[in-house]
């Protein structure tokens, strides 16, 4: 009997809470995939991470082929987020940020330490405006979709650094395990064009993508 | 208004609680999605340091000097571990990553890069608050990372790691945590034969973000 009065208790308050998890007046972090276009292949071959969603890794890697041996230290940083502002009733705008960092640098060779060592830096920067459309099925999950629009660059060792710009549109549903969380499984289609402008190059990549991430939603006037 | 409002809301924390003390007891099951190998297997030529769950595919159009050219691209990553709860607190699982990229340039020859590693891990919860626990682990994984260009010999490592971590569990309901953690891991990768043999050891630090789902056990019923 305590047990089911706990229940109704409990759902009383979830569908309270839950009609105000995009009120106007919220704000809204999210953690997400990087973009499902950024299949970019770099100088030696190597690509940066097409899927982070937020990771720091570092040390280091001793490579042996024949008698020869190789030292590098490597550190690589990812972050897809997103900050967002309930301007009205279920919709809202904000920032998103894809940063991807990675470092490579030599420092022994047989044992030998070396001063200037080959380093292979990249990096990949967009940001841009994104807004956001919460459409309510249930109390706990949420139809929404959403575009962005990016600007950044792509910087590599060799100076051709390319401009970059980004536009991205898609469908996903919010699952609200809280009145403050979300889980977020959607699917993105966008274009992602780089130009090369001192080598008269352009590379588009337009694709789908899916987009796993979780939301965290906080303030507004059913907090104060 | 206000009084009732206070009176649900003590309400929902009695009911969490109670609820809340049931999350890695013995019998229940945990799913994790999370950041990928925290250093980064060189998968022949292609890192991939934090994957969590990804599908992407398309075209992507190259122009060089007026000249065009085009290429279909996909890409495929999955890193999760599955595990169960043997006493309560205590939980041993399964790990899994696997990562696949191809790209297939027009009347070129296609290339493949994937990598895939599997193993045992266990976990233990410590019990801070009925939201929040600090959680150990330990594991090691087995397999291989494979890089293949279409019409030539295949290029395959095999590939050990081993680690372990700290990190913390905050659970927002009693079914879900996310979690954030630190590991400290070792990578070998071998490859070739005899003078082309090449052996590559990757040792150090990363965050690992994710999130984990918890069903079953005798509360869960």
Known sequence: MKKITFILLFAVVAVVSAQAQTEKGRFMLNVHNFSPLSTIVTQEGRGLAPWTAFGIDFGTNKSEFGADEYKYNYVNFGLGASAHYFVANNLSIGGNLNFAHQRIEETEINGQEIEDGETFTTSQFILGPEVRYYYPLTSALKLYGRIFAGFGSLNLDEGTDPKIRQLEGGLGLAYFLHNNVSVNLGANYGTAYYNYENENTEVTNNGFGLDVGFSLFFGGVNEE | ?221
């Open chain 2, 1 to 221: 208004m206000k009084k009732q409002q206070v009176s649900l809301f003590v309400a929902f924390l009695m009911f969490g609680a109670l609820e809340l003390g049931a999350q890695t007891e013995k019998g229940r099951f945990m799913l994790n999605l999370h950041s990928y190998a925290p250093i980064s297997p060189n998968a022949q030529g292609l890192l991939a340091p934090v994957n969590s769950l990804g599908i992407g595919f398309g075209t992507s159009t190259i122009k060089v000097d007026g000249f065009e050219s085009e290429a279909k691209f996909t890409n495929f990553g999955f890193n999760t571990s599955a595990h169960y709860f043997i006493v309560d607190n205590f939980s041993g699982g399964i790990n899994l990553n696997f990562f696949n990229q191809s790209l297939e340039p027009d009347g070129g020859n296609k290339l493949t890069s994937s990598l895939f590693l599997v193993g045992p891990e266990v976990r233990y919860y410590f019990d801070l608050n009925t939201a929040f626990k600090v959680y150990v682990k330990g594991g090691a994984s087995f397999g291989q990372a494979k890089f293949d260009v279409e019409g030539s010999e295949e290029d395959t490592s095999d590939l050990v790691q081993f680690g372990g971590g700290v990190g913390a569990a905050i659970f927002p309901t009693r079914n879900f945590s996310v979690n954030i953690g630190l590991n400290l891991n070792g990578l070998n990768t071998t490859s070739g034969e005899g003078s082309l043999e090449s052996t590559d050891n990757y040792f150090g630090g990363g965050l690992d973000v994710g999130f984990s789902v918890f069903f079953g056990g005798n509360r869960g019923e």
